[in-house]
């Protein structure tokens, strides 16, 4: 039953808000009511700024869901700049290993629940970009995760899906196109960690400084060896989570409108 079941801790343990991204609050809104259907899930949110906004204070209190908010800023050196692609340098390093340092040692909430897990609890950590799609199955999957426990992510990595190959209920390697000799080629989506390993292995962390696609490996390379990944999903065969990203809103009609003094009303929240 759910109530004897590991919870999931820190499931979109990432919530990266870059300052004035218009649709980040639609995108937490699905982000959220897709969480409300998972039992015993404690959400971390990390706002890249300085401190908590008013609009994800207002939808994390609304939400109905257990929750930490947390905030850390992106350092500008490590910031994409206008017009640069996603992936030139590591994305949400300095908020996930904010998350990571408040379920070790607490401190530094900014809303919610102020206290990490007590020791001894049972959780797993996922660490979920907020525009991805996520099916709920997906939650009770990871919830066994006895160390890191891996399943294919769809529409990633310019392939219909990327994951694990298992053979014997073992992961034998990995079924990617992009530098398949990666010590982990995975992604960030595509792996879930036992909270009480995470908690042992003090200095695992993600490095900003990783090469393009290393970052899962950055923190999984202190986790576990590749051969002991637990393959779940039916050994890795059924997708439960994609990779889609969200169209970035053109707004040559606002713009137009500003500049008239007719724009959109600003106390109006989108």
Known sequence: SHSQSPEVEGAAGHGLQEQGRLVQKAELVR?????????????????????PTPLVSRLLAASGLLFTHLAVLTPKAQRLREGEPGWVRPRGVEQRNRALDWLRSGGGAVGGEK????????????FADDDNTYSRELFEEMRWTRGVSVWPVGLVGGLRFEGPRVQDGRVVGFHTAWEPNRPFPVDMAGFAVALPLLLAKPSAQFDATAPRGHLESSLLSHL???????????????????????EKPKMKQEEQLQRQGRGSDPAVEV
Request: net charge negative.
């Open 31 to 51: 982000l959220s009511q897709t969480l409300s259907l998972v039992p015993r899930l404690h959400w971390l949110l990390v706002e890249d700024a300085e401190g």
């Open 115 to 126: 206290d990490p897990p007590p020791a001894g609890t049972r959780g797993v950590v996922y």
């Open 224 to 246: 576990v060896d590749p051969k002991d990944l637990e393959p779940r999903a039916a050994n890795c065969t059924r997708v439960l989570v994609w990779h889609t990203r969200t």
